[in-house]
């Protein structure tokens, strides 16, 4: 069953020659050429020689990796194409390293027909960089109270279900949901939120909301519902995916869970496993985001738990919004900001370099893990996989910049700041989706 | 010279605090003259834009830069284009054209004095903006404790009572409070306090048991939002008066009672209290002119000392 879709193009033929290849799944990490023919890796070697048509991509000093697999990102189509599009977004994905994606399903309207979903299906196959897929909602119209026709969204190829954006706001709603799911044999994601600890919240609650004044977003208010959602996951014997991970609570009533056998999978974003709260102090609305940055000490447990494997995976919750929406004082802004074309660059430049983390962990938790839940082949740099991979600089030094970007929206928190690492090269689905030309 | 905001009393040195409060001190003279006008700020343009209610603070500031003879002009948002939808954003740029030196700003939410210092070349004087800060009024505050109760505040013992969970006052006096040395302690039912306060530097404490150890009372006003169905801050007024509410018969000789304005009396404050002459509320009122006053001045001005403020008297 297909669950991705790109627009067609040319099998790529090409030798990228003199790289550091690291592939932790297929248990490589040596400075090795890989040739690529006819969008296949058909070898990997030392001194490897171009065929006359080959073009030979200098990718020395670089790293060869397993293109990244992103599990949540919100590409606005349909209803509001001002702020991003499958074209746009496939585009900074690609440019970020990725080999896929994923897009939640809380648009105008909602994706919660076959019909709807079918739409996107064309247009991804119309215009997408990179394969594309779709989450259905797992309520109409995201309102919480009706099951979308999960069974024929799930043939039509939605790779999963989630109302992301907003929670399942009853035990009864999520128990239904992680009930009904079976019959499509995909999963639910879950946006873990208890809505009667939110109201009104803006940022995490701690010393930091305290000296500013901000209303405070508890970590109960996600670890509350974690707790729930993982025991009827239990009970119904479900799977069960939670999306963006933000505090240690959650963190602890997963392994708690896991514990006793239920199958969850979890996700974190960049901006969770980078930045802590005491950001918000300037109030720049682009650090204004749902879950809220955490403590420190919230952040350090994810760092910990995307290390040892207790979250599965890097997610970006890339969340594009229009210039004007976030030009308004922080508490009238939206929530979210975007992160695909930086998520690379920003883990491996705040988490690799410093030693928090290592590269061939990273790699496995941005592709191998994340296309395993998402029920597909994980990219691999080895001989026989189509090519699914990124060249990285990992030296390189760049700015974040509005005009620098593929995405139509620069709701960036790093906007205006220098990272470290630069996706050079990444060829998707065998074909050439991105090349850094600057 | 690059333009000098006051969004937050974490803009300020303590230096620069101790130079506005000596400055507000030297402007007294000035208050006390049949003509209550000085040329200081002549062709100076200051705008007041008042996007909530107010009538200390936008009163006082209107009167502070007439004082100092600089052209004012007063916005609020009925009656102007945020009614028709007009963003804060193009707002600070159709002001802007006017060129003036000092908007000052008052708005319901956090981060607006942000937005508007970004587009516009005028300082910006923050004048409450939501939950968040109120600088001006923390400023005006210490003047009246240091004219009533030494130059020194050193060591002396503020208690602040009420909801500091949605206070914008309480945040800003317990900065500048700290960094004056004052010592701060908060009482509030657990529910209107902020979890992680106490890493500001202050002491917390649900009940009234340590008020004797008080000099100054300083009351803060219970909205009746509070008390609506489901909010559940508080059970009633009666149970927070009750518990938390300063009458006579709670102080001893010689504590002064504090208030931002506007009081509810009868709910944080008895009417005995706020009646009595030896509180320094209507203090806090008269301070409020003369400390704007060299907030607006300092702010064209300069806060270095070679700009001392005698001089242009």
């Known amino acids: ?438 | 010279m690059p333009k000098r905001d006051l969004i937050s009393i974490e803009d300020l040195s303590r230096a620069d605090v101790e130079l506005i409060l000596d400055t507000a001190e030297s402007f007294l003279p000035v208050l006390e003259r049949d003509i209550k006008k000085v040329p200081t700020l002549r062709g100076r343009t200051i705008i007041n834009l008042f996007w909530e209610a107010s009538t200390r603070t936008s009163s006082s500031f209107d009167l502070a830069a007439k004082r100092l003879s600089a052209d004012t002009l007063a916005l609020k948002a009925s009656g102007s284009a945020v009614e028709k939808g007009e963003t804060l954003k193009d707002t600070a740029i159709t002001l802007s054209a006017y060129s003036p030196d000092i908007i000052v700003m008052r708005h319901p939410s956090a981060g607006a004095c942000q937005t508007l210092s970004a587009n516009t070349e005028a300082s910006v004087i923050n004048a409450g903006d939501g939950k968040h800060q109120h600088p001006t009024q923390c400023l005006l505050d210490l003047f009246s404790m240091r004219q009533n109760l030494g130059r020194d505040l050193h060591g002396l013992r503020v208690f602040i009572i009420g909801d500091i969970l949605h206070s914008r006052v309480a945040r800003s006096d317990i900065m500048g409070f700290r960094m004056l040395g004052v010592e701060v302690t908060l009482v509030a039912p657990p529910t209107l306090m902020p979890r992680g306060i106490e890493e500001m530097g202050v002491k917390v404490e649900y009940d009234l048991a340590n008020l004797k150890d008080a000099d100054v009372i300083y009351l803060l006003r219970i909205q009746k939002e509070r008390i609506k169905a489901g909010a559940n801050y508080l059970p009633s007024l009666r149970e927070y008066s009750a518990l938390y509410g300063i009458s006579r018969a709670r102080l001893r000789p010689g504590q002064r009672v504090m208030h931002p304005g506007p009081i509810n009396r009868g709910v944080e404050i008895a009417a005995d209290i706020a009646d009595d002459d030896e509180n320094l509320i209507a203090h806090q009122v008269f301070s409020g002119l003369a400390v704007r006053m060299a907030i607006l001045y300092r702010t064209i001005v300069g806060y270095s000392d070679g700009a001392a403020s005698g001089e242009v008297l």
């Open chain 1, 1 to 438: 069953m297909q669950r991705t879709w790109s627009k067609s193009g040319p099998a790529a033929d090409l030798l990228i020659k003199g790289g550091r290849v690291v592939d932790p799944a297929a248990g490589i990490d040596a400075a090795q050429d890989v040739l690529v023919t006819k969008g296949k890796v058909t070898q990997l070697g030392k001194e490897l020689k171009p065929g006359k048509s080959t073009r030979v991509f200098d990718a020395r000093d670089m790293l060869v990796l397993p293109g990244f697999v992103d599990l949540h990102a919100h590409l606005r189509t349909p209803g509001r194409e001002d702020e991003e599009d499958v074209a746009t977004g496939s585009r900074a994905a690609a440019a970020g390293g990725y080999v896929a994606i994923f897009a939640m399903a809380n648009t105008d309207p909602a994706v919660d027909t076959a019909t709807i979903l079918r739409g996107l299906i064309e247009t991804a196959r119309a215009e997408a960089a990179i394969p594309v897929g779709f989450f259905a909602a797992v309520t109409r119209g995201l309102a919480g109270e009706q099951l979308t026709e999960m069974g024929e969204l799930g043939a039509a190829g939605a790779v999963g279900f989630s109302d992301d954006g907003r929670p399942l706001a009853t035990a009864t709603l999520t128990r239904r949901a992680l009930q009904y799911v079976k019959v499509s044999g995909r999963f639910v994601a879950v946006h873990a939120q208890d809505d009667s600890l939110f109201t009104g919240g803006q940022m995490h609650e701690g010393r930091v909301s305290a000296r500013l004044g901000l209303t405070g977003i508890p970590s109960l208010c996600e670890s509350l519902d974690v707790s729930r959602t993982l025991d009827i996951a239990e009970y119904e014997d479900a799977a069960v995916h939670i999306c963006h991970v933000s505090t240690a609570a959650s963190l602890a009533a997963i392994e708690r869970a896991r514990a006793r056998g239920v199958r969850v999978t979890a996700e974190v974003t960049p901006h969770h496993l980078t930045l802590n709260d005491e950001a918000i102090a300037a109030l720049d609305p682009n650090f204004k985001m749902n879950p809220p940055l955490r403590a420190e000490s919230d952040r350090k447990a994810l760092v910990a738990a995307l290390k040892s494997g207790l979250l599965d995976c890097v997610a970006t919750d890339h969340a594009p919004h229009a210039a004007e929406e976030k030009d308004v004082p922080f508490e009238e802004a939206p929530f979210g900001c975007t992160g695909l074309e930086t998520a690379f660059s920003v883990l491996y430049g705040e988490l690799v370099a410093s030693k928090a983390l290592d590269l061939g962990t990273l790699v496995t938790r941005m592709s191998t893990a994340p296309a395993r839940i998402a029920g597909f082949d994980a990219p691999s740099v080895s001989p026989g996989a189509v090519a699914d991979l990124c060249v990285v600089d990992p030296q390189a030094q760049w700015t974040v910049s509005a005009a620098g970007l593929q995405s139509r929206s620069f709701n960036s928190p790093w906007l205006g700041h220098q990272l470290t690492a630069k996706v050079k090269l990444t060829l998707a689905a065998g074909r050439v989706a991105w090349e850094d030309l600057a």
